[in-house]
């Protein structure tokens, strides 16, 4: 987990030192990380509060997405970004930061911007389409299939 995120800010430092040459660019960069899906407060990873936590519709909660963000948006704002991190974000919240980021990118970057987003241990893929799962969104539930008919003869 931590390793892709390294690797990811790792290229994306590259990136900016690659056109550092030149007056410098815009460097922005936005990071989501969700340790707290069902909004409790407690980052509470036992068995029984997976089981818990699934049995309630949410996704069980994580140990290290926040913690990784805060890590990589550091670094990043050392290397000259200006670095928005949110966590533990709900859908609202979410969809807010995100269209307020993408609106600033679009209005004040410019054509030489380095402008980059991650999220760490959030999202979902469905019919190979990628989604990120906010802090409280409750999962559908799974309809289980009825057993088939097998024929024996």
Known sequence: MLEGLKKFAMAVL????????????????LLVGISDYNGDGVIDTSPEARQQ???EGFAPDLRNPVN????VGAALARAGFDTLVVTDVSRSELEEVVASFAQRANTT?????VVCST????GVQNDGADFLVPARA???RRQPSP???????
């Open 14 to 29: 590259a990136l900016a030192a690659s056109g550092a040459a030149s007056a410098e660019p815009a460097r922005m960069a």
């Open 53 to 55: 936590a699934i049995s």
């Open 68 to 71: 990784d963000v805060t890590d």
């Open 109 to 113: 970057a410019g054509p030489d911007a």
């Open 119 to 122: 999220s760490q241990d959030t």
């Open 138 to 140: 409750r999962m559908p």
């Open 147 to 153: 057993p088939s008919m097998a024929d024996d003869d």
